[in-house]
């Protein structure tokens, strides 16, 4: 069993949805939770970093980890063209700076 | 936003020669990362470092090398390049837990 289990999608919607994407683990030690976003052919770039359990709101984006189910998921409101993407997953644990990535979900939101 | 570099972005070459991965960062960062991305794949960590003169080789085995003589600085080289070589190599830097990433190397060997 991988450590991170991530829906690779394809995923379409239309602009305007609420987006869900969501991450399974079996580690745990992971303490810090993280979602990236990758346009093609750049580096992901960080979007909502939390520890522990609990909602993280920024903007259009909400985060949300439960460690009792080891499952975390990132929540796009109002989902626009330009929110078409792959989105990472990625987690660690302690003081272990090393990050686990999920296989990203792709992302397309149809204007 | 992150001041992260790394060149070249592309890069085509012949089986054999050695090639250098090119990363910096101005943001004085004390750890620093490569990772391997193939389409459809996670990231795999190939190397870290959590200072000057610290190398570690991470959880996916690479015939590449890295070196941090300095802070900013952390290349990654492979002495002889093959096929199965061909892959992004994404650098990334961080002070806590988040990394914060390049814009990647694309590596194709011929």
């Known amino acids: 069993q991988k450590e991170v289990e991530q829906d690779p999608g394809p995923l379409s919607v239309p602009e305007g949805a609420i987006v869900s994407l969501n991450c399974t683990y079996s580690n745990s030690a992971f303490q810090y939770f993280m979602w990236y976003r990758q346009y093609s052919r750049k580096g992901p770039e960080l979007l909502m970093y939390?520890?522990?359990?609990g909602n993280k709101e920024d903007g259009r984006f909400t985060a949300q980890v439960d460690k009792s189910s080891k499952y975390i998921s990132l929540f796009i409101r109002d989902s626009q063209p330009s929110d078409s993407a792959t989105y990472l997953c990625a987690m660690s644990g302690g003081s272990n700076y090393k990050l686990t990535f999920g296989k990203g979900t792709l992302l397309t939101v149809n204007p | 936003e992150a001041d992260i570099y790394q060149t070249p972005r592309y890069l085509v070459i012949g089986t054999g020669k050695k090639i250098t991965l090119e990363c910096s960062q101005t943001m004085g960062h004390d750890k620093m990362y490569w990772y391997q991305q193939d389409p459809g794949m996670e990231l795999h960590l190939i190397h870290y470092?959590?200072?000057?003169?610290?190398?570690e080789k991470g959880d996916l085995s690479s015939e590449s090398t890295v070196s941090r003589i300095r802070t900013e600085h952390f290349p990654l080289t492979l002495e002889s390049a093959r096929p199965s070589h061909t892959s992004q190599y994404l650098c990334?830097?961080?002070?806590?837990?988040?990394?914060?990433f390049g814009e990647g190397s694309r590596l194709t060997v011929l």
């Open positions: 990334a830097s961080s002070i806590t837990g988040e990394l914060f």
């Open positions: 939390t520890y522990s359990s």
């Open positions: 470092s959590y200072g000057v003169n610290s190398t």
